[in-house]
């Protein structure tokens, strides 16, 4: 199993820009989520997923955008880029159930100048 | 809303010692979960340790154990005989065991360094 992937692990962006962050994993897991990490803040959610065709918001979904059409992949989408966007980006997922651990992916530095 | 607090941005530790890292946490739910995460240098989150609220034994992992006091709503993580590779990032994280969320929500983190 290659676990959860994220591609691709650094990224430089313009103020404007778009892009769209993959993830995608091999466990045919259920949920699945984006966090965004900055430094003294631990991790935020963004938008999670509990299955194909069903995604909704988290703590922090201004300015990203999810769609989830198969089990195995779950990308995010920067829509037009802000350097308030400047984070690191992991992906995780798990089965649908609390008592499951959530497995990460290594993670996306994402730079908006 | 669930909130999770870790009072030590920083710790140190000399190689071999003991050291405990302090969480608390605040929920009016009876039915959850809480972990804790290790994040070395190369980014990668790694689950260390979970602890089910209605179990009172505390969960161990080899050198890694849990103080879970469910009324005091504190979760602390004892690390032994410390390691240089023990140096890391560590997170304390809540998840709700009801509902449809499954989302984790994270204190910021205790930088734990390890002495040689």
């Known amino acids: 199993n290659a676990g959860v992937t994220q591609t691709p692990k650094f990224q430089v962006l313009k103020t404007g820009q778009s892009m769209t962050l993959q993830c995608a994993q091999d466990?045919?897991?259920?949920?699945m989520s984006w966090y965004r990490q900055d430094p003294g803040m631990g991790l935020r959610l963004i938008h999670y997923?509990?299955?194909?065709?069903?995604?909704d918001q988290g703590e922090v979904p201004n300015g990203y955008n999810v769609s989830r059409s198969t089990t195995e992949d779950f990308p995010l989408r920067l829509l037009s880029a802000a350097p308030s966007q400047t984070s690191v980006y992991f992906c995780?997922?798990?089965?649908?159930?609390?008592?499951?651990?959530?497995?990460f992916g290594p993670g996306t530095r994402l730079t908006v100048t | 809303a669930q909130t999770v607090t870790q009072s030590q941005p920083e710790m140190s530790v000399q190689e071999a010692e003991t050291v405990t890292l302090s969480c608390t946490y605040d929920?009016?739910?009876?039915?959850?979960?809480l972990f804790w995460y290790k994040q070395p240098p190369s980014r990668q989150m790694i689950l260390v340790i979970r602890?089910?609220?209605?179990?009172?034994q505390n969960a161990t992992e080899n050198r890694f154990s849990v103080n879970f006091q469910k009324a005091a709503k504190s979760f602390s993580l004892k690390i032994s005989d410390s390691q240089l590779g023990d140096a890391a990032m560590y997170f304390c994280?809540?998840?709700?065991?009801?509902?449809?969320?499954?989302?984790?929500?994270f204190g910021k983190g205790t930088l734990l360094t390890v002495n040689p």
């Open positions: 995780a997922s798990s089965y649908r159930l609390a008592r499951y651990e959530q497995y």
């Open positions: 466990m045919n897991h259920e949920y």
């Open positions: 997923s509990v299955g194909a065709g069903i995604t």
């Open positions: 929920t009016s739910e009876s039915d959850y979960y």
């Open positions: 602890q089910e609220a209605y179990k009172q």
């Open positions: 994280a809540y998840r709700s065991g009801g509902g449809s969320n499954y989302k984790l929500t």
